[in-house]
């Protein structure tokens, strides 16, 4: 029976991110968003539970991968659709409106390619090499919540959304170590920028809210590159 427990839990990581797309089609991104750090959290726990319960297997690995696909890859590109359609709506006519926001689906297939390059890189067993999905994720999530009002109004905030696509496109699959936070010890010396990535990001959720997520993610990223190492 124990076997089949992060099974269930990462099923529940699919199912969140389901729900969180169907929110995201109707435009109500905060429920949206909500379901997506459902599936992070379940996300976190599926693998927690098959290492205390030493039941890993391949066919978890490939569940999980499949999982994150929809909830770190889908929903928030449904998210992202969601809001360029309605800047197209708002300011762009006839092919343009029709065709921009189907951009945002290359989130979608880079993140499957990132996924499924973390299936087989042998580098990454202690660090990531590009950007992690569920980080893309929670970037996503909270800039279309926190800046919806002002991208829409721009008649040329759509633009900087879709620059921030191909950006996050290529950050998913590029060759950029970056670090984890996982914990071996609590030493400082050797958790340095874990500690310091945490410290900041406290900060900067204080100072922000929720939506401050898509800064700490920028701040993960910048100090990702400047404190780069081979994985």
């Not at 750090?37 to 499949?66: C, N």
């Not at 029709?98 to 499957?112: G, K």
């Amino acid at each position: 029976m124990r076997r089949h427990i992060p099974n269930t839990i990462t099923c529940c990581n699919l199912l969140s991110g389901c729900i969180a797309a169907t929110y995201a089609f109707e435009g109500v991104y905060p429920i949206a968003f909500a379901f997506i750090i459902a599936g992070a959290v379940f996300d976190f726990f599926d693998g927690l539970s098959a290492r205390a319960l030493k039941v890993s297997s391949p066919i978890g690995k490939e569940l999980d991968s499949l999982a994150d696909v929809v909830t770190f890859g889908f929903a928030p590109a449904t998210m992202v659709f969601s809001w360029l359609r309605e800047c197209a709506d708002m300011h762009l006519d006839m092919l343009p409106a029709f065709a921009m926001p189907f951009l945002a689906f290359l989130l979608v297939a880079f993140s499957a390619l990132r996924l499924a390059k973390f299936n087989v890189d042998e580098r990454q067993t202690s660090s990531f090499i590009g950007l992690p999905t569920p980080a893309n994720a929670l970037f996503w999530g909270a800039l279309v919540i926190g800046s919806h009002d002002v991208i829409v109004s721009h008649p040329y905030g759509w633009i900087l959304v879709v620059a921030l696509v191909l950006l996050f496109s290529w950050l998913l699959v590029a060759e950029i170590p970056m670090f984890s936070l996982k914990f071996k010890s609590l030493a400082w010396k050797a958790n340095r920028i874990a500690y310091t990535f945490l410290l900041v990001s406290i900060v900067l959720l204080l100072l922000l809210g929720l939506t401050g997520l898509s800064a700490v993610i920028g701040w993960y990223i910048i100090l990702s590159i400047l404190t780069q190492k081979r994985a």
